[in-house]
């Protein structure tokens, strides 16, 4: 368990057990099984990569910080 911005973040691999479904990605919408889970949002690790390789300037950074505010909301409420 690591924290980011004092929020809980759990990293979700794939397993060859059927014990972890997949989870829908809060960014893509794709159902995945390897990523992040931020207060119990899922983010998918190409997602993630995306993420962390946009440019503030791209007008993508926008929608994240949208994506973003969905898991801040979720660990507010
Ligand atoms: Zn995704």
Request: glycine share 6%; hydrophobic share 40%.
């Given at each position: 368990m690591i924290e980011l911005a004092g929020l809980e973040v759990q990293v979700v691999k794939s397993s060859s057990d059927n014990d972890s479904p997949s989870s829908e990605c809060i960014v893509c919408g794709r159902q995945m099984n390897v990523g992040l889970k931020i207060c119990g949002q899922f983010i998918c690790s190409d997602c993630e990569q995306e993420i962390v390789h946009?440019?503030?300037?791209?007008?993508r950074y926008l929608y994240f910080i949208q994506c973003m505010k969905q898991i801040w909301l979720a660990a507010l409420s």
């Amino acid at each position: 368990m690591i924290e980011l911005a004092g929020l809980e973040v759990q990293v979700v691999k794939s397993s060859s057990d059927n014990d972890s479904p997949s989870s829908e990605c809060i960014v893509c919408g794709r159902q995945m099984n390897v990523g992040l889970k931020i207060c119990g949002q899922f983010i998918c690790s190409d997602c993630e990569q995306e993420i962390v390789h946009t440019e503030v300037s791209d007008p993508r950074y926008l929608y994240f910080i949208q994506c973003m505010k969905q898991i801040w909301l979720a660990a507010l409420s």
